[in-house]
Structures are given as structure tokens and as C-alpha cells.
């Protein structure tokens, strides 16, 4: 009887040593699983984080919609967070970062995919129309101004928006037309208080003109004139170049041209005058901007001072805003010259140089 008893403890104990072996076995894998998972949620977050920190400006021409970007960032604890950016349509990107942690051991893998919606953080300019200005205007011969949308010839993926005004002016703007002249635009002309005021031609929502010029790639003194503005390629490579001017390559070929993804800041420190060639870009004139003839520009042209072009073969692709700050900055369009609004060419050379950043409200989602 002692025997059985002391059978029946022993047997007691075991299956209480053997709860006890399992629940603590359990804990132990519950607390592991949870720190692998914590793990792996902060490696997912740092290739997001990561993914910012690293972009490259390249990638912002490079990738046309339904393109993707990978990337595979190391944690400091030995996880893996691989990211996958892909292009959408406009300024957009969605970027799913998928992060992994217990790499050294194969059956205890935790894994965490967050998604995060990325914009472009370019500036947001106000073109009311595709040329705005609070001068008095001038035109004179057979000059073009046309605000309904429409992508520079030759580039493809273009897709048009709304149109605008051809000529967005302030109500204290004088504006004389003679000769053969077309302005087009919803509506023609369009008269604002918006055109008057120096917010529009200034300030881009979080950027200025001023941040724009501290950034620009080509800096030029006050009374430049250049002469055969021309893209510059070495082979595969675009060179940038301040003199012979070089500012990108508007004009799409195939094969096409490195330079065709060179969107070039440009900053002017006073008066520019510009005669024949070709680029695209942003161009900051502090003063006026005198165009000869014979050039072709796609993208925005921002002057404080006033804007004259003439000759043949002139044309601006994109927008244009004369903010005319002195009251003798006037706008005068005269020869065989246009002026077309074009959101594609401006989505372009605003967004070339911008980083993107978290799209604001859900930017970021959990993907199961």
C-alpha cells in the first residue's frame, strides 16, 4: 500500500514538473515569437524610413507607371526589410516594406509588411493660365497663347488635365493685341485679383521662390546672354554644364538622349538674354528674361521682371509667370512665337528635384 502511494506521488510530481516544463516552455516561445514580431514590425518601418532617406533623384524620371524599385535594408539586429516602390500615375508612389526578423533560425521566421503611400513633395505653383502676369501686355504678330492642356510634342506618356486661361492677368493690367494672334484657354483671358498678388508668383505651398533658388543646379550672374543653349551627352551620361549652356533635352528620340531626364534648376541674379536652342527645367529670372528668337523651352519660367520675346521660332512649353514687381516690367510677345500650357511638362520639371515624403491621412496601412 506504502509502495502504491509513494508510486502515485511520484507520478503526481511528474505531471506537475511536466505542467510546469510546459507552460514555462510556452512563456518562453510566446515572449520569443512577440520579440521576433516587434522585431520584425521595427524593420518593416525601417525600410520605409529607409527608403526616403536613400531616394535618388534619378528615379523620379527613371520609373514611368506600373515600374517598381527594390531595395533590401539590414537591421542593427540582423533583420531584413525588403522594399518594393512602385510607380503610380502623377506624382505618387506606394512602397511596401516587408520586414523580417530570425533569420538564423529558418522554422522561427516572424515577418511584418507595412504599406506607404509617397508624393512627390514638389512645389505647388499657382498657374492660373498659360502665361500670368500682373504687366501690362503687349502683343503684337502671329504669337500663340494657348491654355488648353496638351503634352510637349513627342513625349509619350503624357496625360493632358484641365485647362486653364491662356492669359491670366490682374484687373489694373493694360493689354493691347494687334496682328495675327490666338489666345486660347478656358477662358481666353482670364482676369483675377490672384494675378496681382505676389503670393502666386513666390510662394509653391512648402517651398518659395527663394528655396527653389538656393537649390538650383546652374546658377548665372545678372546680364547673361547665352547663345545656342544645347543638350551636352558624354556616351550614356548627360553633363551638366554651365557654360556652354546645357539644359537638358526637351525633344524625345529614340534612342533617346541621356539628357532627356536632365531637369535642370536654373537661377538667374538679374536680366537674361537667351537667343536659339533648347531646354528644360524650372527658370528663376530675378530680373527680366529678353528671348531673340529661335528658343524652345519646356517646362516653368518664373520672372520677377518683365518678359520680352521676339523673332521666329520661339516657344515655351509648360507655363509662364511674369510677376513684373517694378511698375515699368512689362510683357511683350511679338514674331512667330507661343506660349502652351502643359500640366505633363510641368509635372515633370517640378517634380525631377523633389523628394517624395508620406502622403498625408493613411498615408501608412498595414498589408496582411
Keep these: 500500500m506504502a509502495l502504491?502511494?509513494?508510486?502515485?506521488?511520484?507520478?503526481?510530481?511528474?505531471?506537475?514538473?511536466?505542467g510546469v516544463l510546459f507552460s514555462v516552455t510556452q512563456d518562453y516561445r510566446i515572449s520569443d515569437n512577440s520579440l521576433r514580431q516587434s522585431h520584425a514590425t521595427a524593420t518593416a518601418e525601417l525600410g520605409l524610413n529607409r527608403i526616403?532617406?536613400?531616394?535618388?533623384?534619378a528615379d523620379n524620371q527613371r520609373l514611368k507607371t506600373g515600374?517598381?524599385?527594390?531595395?533590401?535594408?539590414?537591421?542593427?539586429?540582423?533583420g531584413i526589410a525588403n522594399v518594393t516602390v512602385t510607380r503610380l500615375p502623377g506624382p505618387f508612389f506606394w512602397a511596401v516594406s516587408e520586414g523580417m526578423s530570425g533569420l538564423t533560425r529558418s522554422s522561427f521566421v516572424a515577418?511584418?509588411?507595412?504599406?506607404?503611400?509617397?508624393?512627390l513633395d514638389s512645389p505647388n505653383m499657382n498657374f492660373m493660365g498659360a502665361?500670368?502676369?500682373?504687366?501690362?501686355?503687349?502683343?503684337?504678330?502671329n504669337v500663340t497663347v494657348n491654355g488648353n492642356d496638351a503634352g510637349p510634342a513627342g513625349w509619350a506618356s503624357c496625360t493632358t488635365g484641365s485647362n486653364v486661361a491662356g492669359a491670366a492677368i490682374s484687373p489694373t493690367t493694360t493689354a493691347t493685341v494687334n496682328g495675327s494672334v490666338t489666345v486660347n484657354g478656358n477662358p481666353p483671358v482670364l482676369t483675377t485679383p490672384a494675378a496681382s498678388d505676389t503670393n502666386t508668383y513666390f510662394n509653391y505651398g512648402n517651398s518659395t521662390y527663394s528655396s527653389l533658388a538656393s537649390s538650383a543646379n546652374l546658377v548665372y550672374p545678372g546680364g547673361t546672354t547665352l547663345n545656342g543653349v544645347l543638350p551636352i551627352a558624354a556616351g550614356p551620361t548627360c553633363v551638366a554644364s554651365l557654360i556652354p549652356a546645357n539644359w537638358g533635352e526637351p525633344n524625345h528620340a529614340v534612342?533617346?538622349?541621356?539628357?532627356?531626364t536632365y531637369f535642370p534648376i536654373i537661377h538667374v541674379l538679374g536680366n537674361l538674354n537667351v537667343n536659339t536652342?533648347?531646354?528644360?527645367?524650372v527658370l528663376l529670372v530675378d530680373g527680366d528674361m529678353t528671348v531673340a528668337g529661335n528658343f524652345v523651352f519646356t517646362g516653368a519660367v518664373i520672372v520677377r521682371g518683365g518678359l520680352k520675346m521676339s523673332g521666329t521660332g520661339n516657344k515655351i512649353?509648360?507655363?509662364?509667370?511674369?510677376?513684373s514687381v517694378q511698375v515699368d516690367d512689362n510683357v511683350s510677345l511679338s514674331g512667330n512665337t507661343g506660349i502652351q500650357y502643359s500640366s505633363c511638362a510641368l509635372l515633370a520639371a517640378l517634380s525631377a528635384n523633389a523628394y517624395p515624403r508620406a502622403a498625408r491621412q493613411r498615408g501608412w496601412v498595414d498589408v496582411f
Excluded at 52 to 57: E, G, I, P, Y
Excluded at 277 to 281: E, K, L, Y
Aim: charged residues 15%; aromatic residues 4%; glycine residues 16%.
Design 4 to 18: 502504491l502511494a509513494a508510486l502515485g506521488g511520484i507520478i503526481l510530481i511528474g505531471v506537475i514538473i511536466a
Design 317 to 323: 512649353t509648360g507655363a509662364v509667370m511674369a510677376a
Design 111 to 119: 515577418r511584418r509588411r507595412y504599406g506607404m503611400l509617397l508624393r
Design 67 to 78: 515600374d517598381t524599385l527594390k531595395r533590401a535594408f539590414t537591421a542593427s539586429g540582423g
Design 255 to 260: 534612342p533617346a538622349s541621356p539628357c532627356e
Design 52 to 57: 526616403l532617406v536613400d531616394w535618388s533623384l
Design 277 to 281: 536652342g533648347r531646354g528644360q527645367g
Design 131 to 141: 502665361i500670368t502676369t500682373q504687366g501690362n501686355t503687349t502683343i503684337n504678330g
